[in-house]
């Protein structure tokens, strides 16, 4: 029982992690033609992105629990596919009148 809450806490904060980063990525993108310093704005959230996404992985991997990492990689990766499919462009958005 132990191991299963493990198991799908790790997937969860994974799976945060991903929004997160992704998420992040998604707003910078956004804010980058209105933004006054677009050099500081993409340096500053890759940084800022990377260095709380690896501090989250490094969290779940403590103690050599690769089992743990992998798991919480795949919510990552889970996370990213999603907000793909979800966050991007539809065709009518793309080119006028095409379904």
């Given at each position: 029982?132990?191991?299963?809450?493990?198991?799908?806490?790790?997937?969860?904060?994974?799976?945060?992690?991903?929004?997160?980063?992704?998420?992040?990525?998604?707003?910078?993108?956004?804010k980058l033609p209105s933004s006054?310093?677009?050099?500081?704005l993409t340096l500053g959230s890759?940084?800022?992105?990377?260095?709380?996404?690896?501090?989250?992985?490094?969290?779940?991997?403590?103690?050599?629990?690769?089992?743990?990492?992998?798991?919480?990689?795949?919510?990552?990766?889970?996370?990213?596919?999603?907000?793909v499919f979800r966050l991007r462009?539809?065709?009518?958005?793309?080119?006028?009148?095409?379904?």
């Amino acid at each position: 029982m132990i191991d299963f809450m493990i198991i799908i806490l790790s997937l969860a904060i994974g799976a945060g992690l991903g929004i997160f980063y992704f998420g992040g990525l998604w707003l910078t993108l956004k804010k980058l033609p209105s933004s006054g310093n677009p050099y500081f704005l993409t340096l500053g959230s890759f940084f800022g992105r990377t260095v709380l996404s690896l501090s989250g992985f490094y969290l779940v991997a403590r103690g050599g629990q690769w089992e743990r990492l992998l798991i919480c990689l795949f919510g990552f990766i889970l996370m990213k596919v999603f907000l793909v499919f979800r966050l991007r462009p539809h065709k009518e958005a793309i080119i006028p009148g095409v379904k």
